[in-house]
């Protein structure tokens, strides 16, 4: 029996008995399954073993912060996954903000009295740009940044004490939608998190959105760019009726007319018989290369179903170094 079957057996057997398992974070969690990240088969995977041992979580492992805590409780035969608590990530498919890592890092933050030299030695020894000036982690004075230090110093106001140099600061809910949070930080450069019990649980900055879009924009660009090159490939080798026997079973009403409509797991099925692979004149080895291909098609179900997690690292660099092959057979005319 794996370790994951062994843990949620033994959690079944404890909740039937009345007591209240352990809470794990997700990522100790995820490392039962042998797994660092929330991809699509993962999550598939994770609920169908839940699901066999009538469990779930609270909240849904899928949509709280990756170092956040679950438990388990029992459910239903063919329930929903538990509603979060109030203030916790929802259920629901909307990504929050409250999953990004910055969401929870409580903020570095001054008093109004401190003075300005102070808050400037914290913001340039910590590479901040803004800073929040609090009297404890519910009670939020403001904000001072470099934008409203530069503005006072400017117009020579008095500028001796943070209390003198700080804003109304913005503020978000740990449950605010990540897209629509995404407008507040470019207007201002950063929103406060604020979870339900009032305490701020970190600050997330135009960096921090830059940083993570990045993460998630190179695998559909490397996806892209892999699809593109296998459609170089197979441009005019094939006839219109192999193109349309390729097609997956049950799905007649698509019209197929060139390789650009045909999924990854169709490229697959249409050059996998010997015959059709010879027609692209490639001396590479068929099955090895169907074996990369049929993983750009798992890698990519986890790309396509957007995760604030990011891809696995292995998975990343397996889509850099294909899109890396592909180039090299153009580079050297072999397409």
């Known amino acids: 029996m794996s ?66 805590t679950i438990g388990f409780v029992t459910s239903q035969p063919g329930s929903a996954p538990v509603a979060a608590p109030a203030g916790a990530a929802s259920p629901d498919p909307t990504f929050r903000i409250g999953r990004l890592d910055a969401a929870n890092k409580p903020p570095t933050s001054v008093k109004p009295d401190s003075t300005l030299a102070q ?45 003198e140099a700080m804003e109304p600061a913005q503020v978000v809910s740990v449950d605010e939608s990540l897209f629509d949070a995404i407008a507040k930080i470019a207007s201002h450069d950063y929103v406060l998190v604020q979870a339900a019990d009032k305490t701020f649980t970190g600050i997330v900055t135009a960096s921090d959105f830059n940083f993570q879009f990045q993460a998630l924009a190179e695998p559909f660009l490397l996806v892209g760019e892999i699809e593109n090159g296998l459609r170089g490939i197979l441009h005019q080798k094939f006839s219109l009726k192999e193109l349309e026997e390729a ?12 390789p650009s409509d045909l999924t990854l797991g169709e490229y697959v099925r249409l050059i996998e018989p010997e015959k059709r ?34 891809l696995d690292p292995d998975d990343l660099v397996f889509l850099r170094e294909f899109a890396q092959f592909l180039k090299r057979l153009r580079d050297v005319g072999a397409v």
Request: with cysteine.
């Open 119 to 163: 808050a400037v030695t914290v913001m340039l020894t910590n590479d901040f740009s803004q800073l929040p000036v609090m009297t404890g982690p519910r009670d939020l004075k403001g904000i001072v940044s470099w934008k409203t230090i530069g503005s006072r110093l400017a117009l020579k106001r008095p500028c001796t004490t943070v209390r």
């Open 277 to 310: 692979w010879k027609k692209l004149r490639i001396e590479i080895d068929r099955v090895e290369f169907l074996a990369r291909l049929n993983r750009v098609r798992e890698v990519r179900n986890d790309v396509m179903h957007f995760d604030p997690d990011g």
């Open 3 to 68: 370790i994951s079957e062994d843990k949620l057996s033994a959690i079944a057997a404890q909740l039937k008995k009345g007591v209240a398992p352990s809470r794990e974070t997700v990522r100790s969690f995820l490392l039962w399954f042998g797994a660092e990240r929330r991809g699509y088969n993962v999550v598939r995977r994770v609920r169908s073993a839940l699901k066999r041992h009538g469990l779930s979580t609270t909240p849904d492992f899928e949509y709280t912060w990756l170092d956040g």
């Open 247 to 258: 097609k997956a079973p049950g799905d007649d009403g698509r019209i197929i007319e060139s």
